[in-house]
């Protein structure tokens, strides 16, 4: 798997920008995903269920989710500097954003 540039639209959300960044498609069409996967007025503040139900609706899956203790940013980035190989991409709540990790990008 590839991590894409953001393909900018309406919504500047950190969500639907970081699920442009995974799948490739405008922001604008994943806007229209979260839309069709729970409704409402905009998207914003999302959760990991609404990213895994868009992400779904294009064919992908989200694997290995991890649990217990919380690390910022720079220790998961240390830490798992092994696995950040090309074609691997991470989707990481950060505060309360959403960051892809691919290889050596951050989006």
Do not use: Q
Not at 28 to 57: I, Q, R, S, Y
């Amino acid at each position: 798997m590839k991590l894409h540039d953001v393909k900018p639209g309406k919504n500047r959300f950190c969500g639907p920008a970081a699920l442009s960044a995974i799948t490739g498609r405008p922001v604008d069409e994943v806007v229209a995903g979260f839309h069709a996967n729970c409704p409402g007025d905009k998207v914003m503040g999302t959760h990991a269920w609404e990213l895994h139900g868009v992400l779904k609706l294009y064919g992908l899956r989200i694997s290995g989710v991890p649990t217990g203790h919380r690390k910022t940013l720079a220790a998961w980035l240390k830490a798992n500097k092994a696995l950040r190989t090309p074609g691997r991409v991470f989707l990481l709540a950060a505060g309360h954003h959403w960051v892809v990790v691919g290889g050596r990008r951050i989006v």
